[in-house]
């Protein structure tokens, strides 16, 4: 399926994609309901795509291809690299990036995430699959010279509208070899395949959920290829994934 959560006459609706229809649900996907379609069909053309989940908690991997560890100055690490974003990043579709006026280098990270469906604690790498909802475009965009100058990450990472994503959220792809781009302005600047992480997906929620429990709607991004680059006002970035579409957001000055 594609889930969507879309906004039509200034009403928030979750739903399931279908061609070009948006057959809508009583419920956010991840609810647990199997009967949480509520009979309605709306045009795609009708509506506005918002993000396609509402997370307590995005939890991002970092230097998880070795090329991008390489072109940060360092070598693939030996374990994880865990941090967080807050729900104030969540952007939607063809939304505006605001470069707050105290930051001096905006940068775009395109990645893979994916929704958690129901509570995950301690799970093992073996059963992963079955705490996935699925998977969307993120990007993951980084205040670079606030997270250089703090010497560690919250501040650079976690701004306003510093998680774009979306447009769906499918499970009708195999995330295991997945090219993702990266394009600025029409020109590829990033440009991998998911089948490079240094860690899989099951490895890495089972690293993830040994010490913090993900609950139902909460998102892991993958990490970001080598590339990364500023952007400035006045661009458009996008994130590509194939199987998933496109994620298309607008830099704008504060």
């Avoid at 079955?130 to 703090?150: E, H, P, S």
Wanted: charged share 20%; hydrophobic share 40%; proline share 7%.
């Amino acid at each position: 399926m594609k889930y969507v959560r879309v906004e039509r006459m200034g009403k928030i609706s979750w739903g399931v994609l279908n061609g070009d229809t948006v057959h809508t649900l009583k419920y956010p996907p991840y609810a647990g309901d199997t009967e949480y379609y509520d009979g309605k069909r709306w045009p795609l053309s009708d509506c506005r795509l918002l993000a396609p989940c509402t997370p307590g908690k995005i939890v991002c991997l970092g230097k998880n291809y070795a090329d991008h560890a390489l072109e940060m100055g360092g070598a693939a690490p030996e374990t994880p690299i865990v941090f967080m974003k807050t729900p104030n990043c969540v952007n939607d579709p063809e939304g505006d990036i605001c470069i707050p006026a105290f930051v001096g280098r905006l940068d775009y990270e395109g990645e893979l995430a994916f929704v958690i469906k129901r509570r995950a604690k301690e799970v093992k790498a073996a059963d992963a699959w079955g705490y996935i909802l699925g998977f969307t475009c993120l990007n993951d965009v980084t205040a670079r010279d606030i997270q250089a100058a703090d010497g560690q990450w919250t501040r650079g990472k976690c701004m306003d509208g510093f998680a774009p994503m979306g447009p769906v959220i499918t499970d009708e792809v195999d995330p295991t070899a997945l090219k993702i781009q990266t394009r600025l302005n029409g020109n590829t600047v990033q440009s991998a395949n998911t089948a490079l992480f240094l860690t899989k997906i099951p490895d890495m929620l089972a690293f993830i959920t040994a010490g913090i429990t993900l609950e139902p709607g909460d998102v892991v991004s993958t990490g970001t290829p080598a590339g990364i680059g500023p952007m400035c006002s006045g661009d458009t970035v996008e994130v590509e994934i194939e199987g998933i579409g496109v994620l298309r957001n607008h830099i704008v000055s504060q």
